[in-house]
Nanobody, 127 residues
Framework: QFQLVESGGGLVQPGGSLRLSCAAS????????IGWFRQAPGKEREGVSC????????KYADSVKGRFTISRDNAKKTVYLQMNSLKPEDTAVYYC????????????????????WGQGTQVTVSS
């Protein structure tokens, strides 16, 4: 059964860091691109970052460039999102999502492009 499970969210002060994890089970992660998305209350879900199936290609939303880093360990079937210099506007539920997309190029960062979703993890940035 195809499953993605996020973890690592929590409450952090502005300027702090968090690392989110997305653990995959029930399928071979090696052929799937993974994206991170977030949704704040009253706002649409937006793409944050994505990574190609072999990890060689990444994309970032302009709002997180230079602060967030996506990576993956296919042997551990896990994708990570390292978030540094967090701001209150980063507060949201963060979701990881997957789509079959083998190769070095990351797919588009639109949420409609992804088929499989995790349940989300809450990130709150507040003093």
């Amino acid at each position: 059964q195809f499953q993605l499970v996020e973890s690592g969210g929590g409450l952090v002060q502005p300027g702090g860091s968090l690392r989110l994890s997305c653990a995959a089970s029930g399928f071979t992660l090696d052929y799937y691109a993974i994206g991170w998305f977030r949704q704040a209350p009253g706002k649409e879900r937006e793409g944050v970052s994505c990574i190609s199936s072999n990890g060689r290609g990444t994309k970032y939303a302009d709002s997180v460039k230079g602060r967030f880093t996506i990576s993956r360990d296919n042997a551990k079937k896990t994708v990570y999102l390292q978030m540094n210099s967090l701001k209150p506007e980063d507060t949201a539920v963060y979701y990881c999502a997957g789509r079959y997309y083998p190769g070095s190029l990351p797919p588009p960062l639109g949420y409609a492009e992804y088929n499989y979703w995790g349940q989300g993890t809450q990130v709150t940035v507040s003093s």
